[in-house]
Nanobody, 124 residues
């Protein structure tokens, strides 16, 4: 699967951004799209995921209630709506694909493909 992640930028605290992850190549119908992020000096961490077959979603605790992951089957695109952004959300955000579902979609090693990343800066 080839992934193109876009939509990052500079936003003030409390603001919103919508990231996109366009997928092409392998069929994702049995897989998962996850978003990870990596802040300077930190390891890449899981943020959220969506199971393509039924739309089941998963969130890390720090973004629950603020971020929403969704998908558009026709466009084979996943979206990450980020609301109430905080300075600690500043990071490079990566989408990643798991072609066939496994419970390791929250780990970097569990993913098959990665986008190049898009930078999100939350600052006044």
């Amino acid at each position: 699967v080839q992934l193109v992640d876009t939509g990052g930028g500079l936003v003030q605290p409390g603001g919103s951004l919508n990231l996109s992850c366009a997928a092409s190549g392998d069929n994702l119908s049995s897989g998962v799209i996850s978003w990870f992020r990596q802040a300077p000096g930190n390891e890449r961490e899981f943020v959220t995921a969506i199971r393509w077959s039924d739309g089941e979603t998963y969130y890390t605790h720090s973004v629950k209630g603020r971020f929403i992951i969704s998908r558009d089957n026709a466009k084979t695109t996943a979206y990450l709506q980020m609301n109430s952004l905080k300075p600690e959300d500043t990071a490079v955000y990566y989408c990643a694909a798991q072609v066939r579902y496994s419970p390791y979609f929250i780990t970097t090693d569990g993913m098959d493909s990665w986008g190049k990343g898009t930078l999100v800066i939350v600052s006044s």
